[in-house]
């Protein structure tokens, strides 16, 4: 359905950052048969029709590449509707024009612009548009504050008596598309137990690192404030600690009305576990506060269970951990002055992801965001939606991607093909893919890898001396390495779409060879794991011990930041290392992941090191308790230990090979994964020391258990 609407702004001076009410009063002539309003704004809305929320979605329109693609939702309003209506939409600063924008300032400084449109039809056949122009009104919302990273200010003893008439703005209608992605949704609800700390502040605990935001109900008196912000962590004295928040004040100030209170922010969400109250009148009521997950509308696919209590607290870690930054986009992390959608931590978690939830959708619009930002040479950006690229200067320091971030242009189609078995996200998704590929064989300094180029390398590896966000690793081998995967990725996918693929086969045997001849040795563990997981090893057996015995000489300890981290278990279980791979997925102690959770995480952390075991912390410079790209290690457990396995050949599940590989320091392991198929799930259980397994397939299967093959029709089997 298309706008006939004009854009439309305040004509009087607001403050910047306070959230305006569009309002338009409007009469119904008859019996309504269907009302659809169709919304979107500069900024982040909520439309309420006589004075009911319209819709669920927090945080509409959502993030996309602004400057070409603007989402608009379309709503059914026809049970909303009377003789006599109001029709309000309030409208705060969001991604578009708060200050994760700053350095945007197309957008930064963009007017709070409205665009909306409630066609009404009849029952008698004659209709109605009711469509933003200067008839329209604007008044100040009890909103007097709205900012993405630094929170809310509501009053709600505030009433705007004076509304004024709206003017037309000129933007542009052709960059409006309808909503492609998954709507953001209230989840969850938790709620909080209250301490004091060594420092005497009042914090409650929600008991889970979230994101999202608060909710308060109570009884007050006008003009009485509650204030707080939060944080993820407390100190190792148990003092509150945000120091990690950067410039993101995630605060919110709600100054109470006459009587019943219940707010919660409508323009803000924030990532924590701890709140601390900075006012609040009398005594507290850890009752009268809510913790309200709010993420994308995601449905959850898989399950994984085991008999190690530790490693099913990490399976949660890495679910919460996707959650809470599947807000519309996949960010980086929820709390710090970030939130962005980098590409690199999106690209790692791929494949995890796609068997955790269906995020088919939601990939597909993230990408249809990359192909929208990727340069005119096949460049693609750090983070999408670029919102750092419009401000002088920056533009090319946020298109001097690294490899391993950029090559999310080929990986995440192709996760997303093998695990839903859809084609088009490849046919949407291969100019972009290829032009990576093009692009670095253009830039490379010399041919057949991928040198002279920025690179952030083994991004936060522990091999590197302390302080070092990069690890040891040679960035050379590492972009190298990528190189080819993509370059193997674009091969299939054009093979599928029935594409002339040989100049692409060509480069791809020519990396290998430069590679096989450039590095013939390795010296970490994730440029082993590069080298054998992407097949570019000449001797794999040779190379998997020499990487077997260095994690064993380490302690079963690893050192691989975002780029090995991924793939280390499977280049050792491929190889026959598979206890050596269970031995660092068990490892309780520093590093490993579950050390985060023998300290106490509820999600995955940033860095192996961010709280240390004297309850000390890395840095608060980058040290998120939120970010997921290490909960990767969910595809190996799904993929090795509960042995689930996708098929190139016959995509989303429609045939599967199954191949548990149990090990005895867990008594059981159970994964499943509601497929596009039907539901796919693998049990192994020792007895003794014989194994009993209970696979159950939707799909004709391979099942390999202990050495023997079976061919298996869908249903439930019993070894
Ligand atoms: C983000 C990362 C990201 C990185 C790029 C950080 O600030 O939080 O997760 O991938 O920058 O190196």
């Known amino acids: 359905m298309a706008f006939e609407a004009d854009w439309i702004a305040p004509a009087a001076e607001y403050d910047r950052d306070s959230a305006i009410i569009f309002l338009k009063n409007f009469k119904t002539k008859n019996k309504i048969s269907s009302a659809k309003l169709l919304v979107t704004c500069l900024g982040v809305y909520e439309a309420r029709i006589n004075g009911s929320r319209v819709g669920e979605f927090i ?157 308060i109900e109570l009884d007050a008196h006008a003009g009485d404030e509650i204030i707080f912000d939060c944080a993820e962590v407390l100190d190792a004295e148990g003092n509150y600690y945000r120091d990690n928040y950067r410039e993101a004040a995630a605060k919110i100030h709600y100054i109470c009305c006459e009587g019943h209170n219940l707010y919660n922010p409508k323009f803000t969400f924030m990532g924590f576990r701890y709140m601390r109250l900075l006012k609040y009148p009398g005594r507290v009521n850890p009752d009268a506060f809510t913790g309200i997950c709010v993420y994308s509308d995601i449905k959850q696919t898989g399950y994984l269970k085991s008999s190690n209590k530790n490693l099913n607290r990490l399976f949660e870690n890495i679910f919460w951990g996707q959650k809470d930054n599947y807000l519309d986009i996949p960010t980086d992390c929820p709390q710090r002055s970030e939130r962005m959608g980098w590409t690199g931590d999106a690209q790692v978690f791929a494949r995890t992801a796609s068997y955790n939830f269906d995020v088919e959708k939601f990939y597909t619009k993230w990408l249809s965001d ?124 054009g093979k599928i779409l029935k594409k002339n693929v040989t100049k692409y086969e060509e480069l791809y045997k020519n990396i290998v060879k430069t590679f096989r001849e450039t590095f013939p040795e390795y010296k970490t563990q994730t440029e082993y794991a590069l080298a054998l997981h992407f097949n570019l090893a000449k001797d794999k057996a040779k190379e998997a011990k020499k990487l077997a015995d260095m994690v064993i000489s380490n302690g079963n300890k690893l050192t691989t930041g975002f780029v090995g981290t991924p793939y280390l278990l499977h280049a050792l279980s491929e190889n026959g290392y598979a206890d050596v791979a269970y031995s660092l997925l068990l490892q309780e102690e520093y590093p490993s992941w579950l050390f985060s959770v023998r300290m106490g995480a509820t999600t995955i952390w940033e860095h192996w090191d961010g709280k240390k075991e004297d309850g000390s912390f890395w840095s608060d410079k980058m040290n998120s308790f939120n970010h997921y790209a290490y909960g990767a290690v969910a595809d ?82 019993l070894f």
């Not at 469509?131 to 993405?148: C, G, H, N, P, Y």
């Not at 037309?168 to 700390?197: D, N, Q």
Request: one cysteine or more; a neutral charge; aromatic letters at 12%.
């Open 59 to 215: 945080l509409a329109p959502g993030f996309t590449a602004y400057q070409k693609r603007l989402q608009y939702q379309e709503y059914d309003a026809t049970k909303m509707l009377k003789a006599n209506n109001i029709l309000e939409i309030e409208v705060g600063t969001g991604w578009y024009r708060g200050k994760i924008a700053k350095k945007a300032p197309k957008l930064y400084d963009a007017p709070c612009g409205l665009i909306a449109q409630l066609n009404v039809e009849y029952a008698d056949g004659s209709t109605d548009v009711i469509a933003t122009d200067e008839s329209w009104k604007t008044k100040r919302s009890q909103v007097l504050f709205s900012d993405i990273y630094d929170g809310e200010t509501c009053d709600a003893t505030f009433t705007d008596k004076k509304a004024r008439f709206a003017k037309k703005l000129e933007w542009t209608r052709k960059i409006l598309i309808p909503e492609e992605g998954e709507i953001v949704k209230e989840h969850e609800r938790l709620k909080p137990t209250l301490f004091k700390t060594p420092k005497g502040e009042r914090v409650l605990d929600f008991g889970q690192n979230m994101t999202g935001y608060v909710e």
């Open 370 to 493: 990359m192909t929208a930002e990727a340069s005119d040479i096949g460049q693609i950006p750090k983070i999408v939606p670029q919102i750092w690229a419009e401000s002088e200067g920056m533009k090319s320091w946020a298109f001097n991607n690294s490899s391993a971030w950029g090559d999310a242009s080929t990986v995440c189609p192709w996760e997303m093909y093998l695990t839903y078995g859809n084609p088009d996200i490849l046919k949407r998704q291969y100019k972009t893919m290829t032009g990576w590929v093009d692009y670095i064989t253009g830039v490379t300094k010399d041919k057949y890898l991928w040198t002279g180029h920025f690179q952030y390398g083994d991004w936060l590896g522990i091999d590197a001396p302390e302080g070092s966000y990069e690890g040891a690793s040679n960035k050379d081998l590492i972009a190298a390495a990528f190189y080819a995967y993509s370059t193997s990725l674009v091969i299939k996918a």
């Open 636 to 717: 190996w457990v799904y993929g090795v230990a509960a042995g689930i396995n996708r098929v190139e050949e016959a995509p989303g599940f429609k045939e599967i090979v199954i191949k548990p590989v149990p090990d005895k320091r867990l008594s059981w392991l159970e994964a499943s994964i509601k497929t596009r198929c039907g539901l796919v799930s693998s049990k192994w259980v020792y007895e003794g020391d014989k194994v009993r397994y209970e696979i159950t397939t939707p799909s004709p299967a391979t099942i390999i258990i202990e050495g023997k093959t079976y061919r298996v029709k869908e249903g439930t089997y």
